[in-house]
């Protein structure tokens, strides 16, 4: 497991350097291992980066210094690596972390693929996200840490349109695991605040001025509809797509489709 000294940051780098890298960011009830359907592919093509984000997976360490920044630990580890310019892609909170970063590291992001847009990034506190919230506050005043990953499915896979389905029964055991483990990494951090910038992420997206692409599901909860047309609609030159039967984790419910996608993006963005 390669952890970065600069930062204790966990990451994976694989495929051909010469070119511009991918950073990958992953969502908040994931990490790294959530990239696992596109990496095979992506870095045969390309020069890949995924990371966990402070608290994630293999990032277990807490943070030197408090409050802490997500954005910062981005930028420092990819400096770490030599990583001067990349195309990132965010999912849901990993997405509002690529766009803090572009917004205060701007010369390190090249372009912007954000799936399910949350996060910082989101402005609304639909019904949906609040009986989500509550269900988890909930099973973690009991201590019912179960419970807790089952809200994290039921509004994060299966979204409040759906019942659980046998066809994303692996979808949901991998992020239950990912989710847990994020659960327990942070069990005692209190005390730990993060950054948030100032003015907020979602006021500063006029200020972006790099290829911006929006994915939105269909199936996912409302606040995150309300965030993909925000960016879309403030970014200059953003675009939004809309994946009418897919919730809030399109990368992992249709894998074949965003590797598609991605490439299709990188091609577009890369001038190839």
Request: contains cysteine.
């Amino acid at each position: 497991m390669p952890v970065c000294p600069d930062t204790d940051i966990a990451y994976d780098r694989a495929g051909p350097t010469g070119g511009t890298p991918v950073l990958l960011v992953h969502a908040g009830v994931a990490d790294r291992r959530m990239w696992e359907p596109q990496w095979a592919a992506l870095t045969r093509r390309h020069d890949v980066v995924r990371l966990d984000l402070r608290g994630f997976g293999e990032s277990a360490s807490r943070p030197a210094a408090v409050p802490f920044a997500h954005h910062d630990d981005v930028a420092d580890t990819l400096a770490a690596l030599g990583v001067e310019r990349a195309h990132v892609v965010g999912c849901s909170f990993g997405a509002g972390v690529a766009v803090e970063t572009a917004l205060e590291h701007p010369d390190l992001v090249a372009s912007l693929l954000l799936a399910a847009p949350g996060g910082s990034l989101m402005t609304e506190m639909s019904p949906e996200l609040r009986q989500f919230f509550d269900a988890e506050r909930e099973a973690m005043d009991r201590g019912d840490l179960d419970a807790a990953v089952q809200a994290n499915l039921d509004w994060w896979v299966d979204g409040p349109q759906r019942d659980a389905d046998a066809e994303r029964s692996g979808v949901r055991d991998l992020v239950a695991t990912m989710q847990r483990r994020a659960f327990e990494v942070t069990a005692d951090w209190d005390d730990v605040e993060e950054v948030e910038l100032d003015p907020p992420t979602a006021e500063r997206l006029g200020e972006l001025a790099v290829p911006t692409l929006v994915l939105e599901g269909g199936l996912d909860i409302p606040t995150i509809g309300v965030a993909a047309r925000d960016v879309a609609a403030q970014v200059p030159g953003a675009r939004r797509e809309v994946w009418t039967n897919t919730a809030h984790l399109p990368s992992l419910e249709r894998p074949e489709d965003f590797q598609a996608l991605l490439e299709e993006w990188l091609a577009e963005v890369s001038g190839s």
